[in-house]
């Protein structure tokens, strides 16, 4: 099967074919309605179980089975930068405090027969509020007439790309309101005015990806601090990537490895890996005062709550003119971007601000 994400396959591993199989039965069985779906599934011990109501979404909806739910989470993590970065927390509840290292130990140099003095680690809490994210898929009949193994790899690779679409959206972008589900990102963050510190200035005339420089990457590696720098890497959009990394990479000490043996492509600059981030700046115009790119160790800077996983339900009319099929999967999330620094000390993550 091609899909608009080329060589990738959401199965993947031993029996890769037959898992990609049951996924695309369970989906036809438990939103499609399908009676062979359904038998294949009682034939092979899936189970079609509903959710809860309360909190999820009005009709309840299905569960995914936790089997199938791995291979959406991992790819989620592959293509969603925040998800795969930040700090991962599970949440038990709706509402829930992370702890939080803020101080360590002290040493202390008591002089001769003096007496040792005590000293406590300290820690606050990340607050974690669970959000419902939705996202709702178009399905053509015909695609659901096709084989359940392609089906199944169809679905999967839709739902994990737009919900992870939607988390970097809020976590690099989200500015705090219902748009973003009351949800600030690392961005807004950083350009709030307090957080100064960790908004490194492009030198003067680099406001767009063709001006910057080696020295304006380096200043931005430079303003880390050391403990950020065994988990950093860069940030930056696909069309960074190309007019500023690519185009100083053959003399800035930049390289580009793939492993065939997975078709996985690893991209670094000066040792460090690139993550790409849609959701930040892809314009060849001025970005004067914007962030550019960021750097950093982003596990960090924040936390992912993740409070329930994907639950999904359908709907045969709301694309009946298009003999499409609904289909609306959501899960509950927070983000939470706590440490971006202050106006006198950079934090974990730091971003290049282009200057006119």
């Excluded at 909806?61 to 936790?66: C, T």
């Excluded at 839709?158 to 705090?176: I, P, V, Y």
């Excluded at 490194?200 to 430079?222: E, K, P, R, V």
């Amino acid at each position: 099967m091609r899909t608009e994400f080329g060589k990738t396959k959401a199965f993947t591993g031993p029996a890769a074919e037959e898992r990609a199989e049951s996924f695309g039965h369970f989906v036809r069985a438990a939103i499609l309605g399908n009676s062979h779906s359904r038998a294949y599934c009682g034939d092979h011990g899936i189970r079609i179980t509903r959710a809860q109501s309360e909190g999820v979404n009005s009709g309840g909806g299905f569960l995914v089975p936790a089997e199938m739910a791995k291979t959406i989470l991992a790819l989620r993590e592959q293509y969603g930068a925040m998800r795969g970065t930040a700090s991962y927390a599970p949440m038990a509840r709706d509402a829930m405090n992370w702890p939080r290292r803020t101080g360590g130990y002290i040493v202390f140099f008591p002089g001769e027969g003096g007496a040792a003095t005590a000293s406590d680690a300290t820690f606050d809490g990340v607050h974690l509020v669970a959000k419902k994210m939705t996202v709702l898929v178009k399905i053509s009949t015909e695609l659901e007439e096709d084989a359940a193994a392609d089906f199944g790899e169809f679905f999967a690779q839709e739902l994990a790309w737009t919900l992870a679409k939607a988390e970097d959206g809020c976590g690099f972008n989200g500015d705090g309101t219902s748009t973003y589900g009351h949800m600030t990102g690392v961005i807004t963050r950083l350009l709030s005015g307090n957080c100064n510190a960790s908004k490194i200035a492009a030198a003067s005339g680099h406001a767009t990806f063709a001006t910057l420089d080696g020295t304006d990457l380096a200043n931005l590696l430079a303003a880390v601090p050391a403990v950020a720098l065994p988990g950093a890497r860069w940030f930056v959009s696909q069309f960074g990537f190309a007019t500023t990394f690519a185009r100083l990479a053959g003399v800035s000490g930049g390289d580009l490895d793939d492993d065939s043996a997975t078709a996985v492509v690893r991209r670094s600059y000066l040792g460090f890996p690139i993550q790409m981030v849609p959701s930040l700046p892809q314009v060849g115009t001025s970005l004067a005062g914007q962030v550019m790119a960021l750097f950093g160790d982003m596990s960090l800077a924040a936390t992912f709550g993740d409070r329930r996983q994907i639950t999904i339900m359908r709907s045969e009319d709301r694309y009946m003119d298009t003999d499409q099929i609904g289909v609306l999967g959501t899960q509950r999330v927070d983000i939470n971007t706590h440490d971006l620094g202050d106006n006198s000390t950079a934090g974990p993550i730091v971003g290049l601000v282009g200057t006119s």
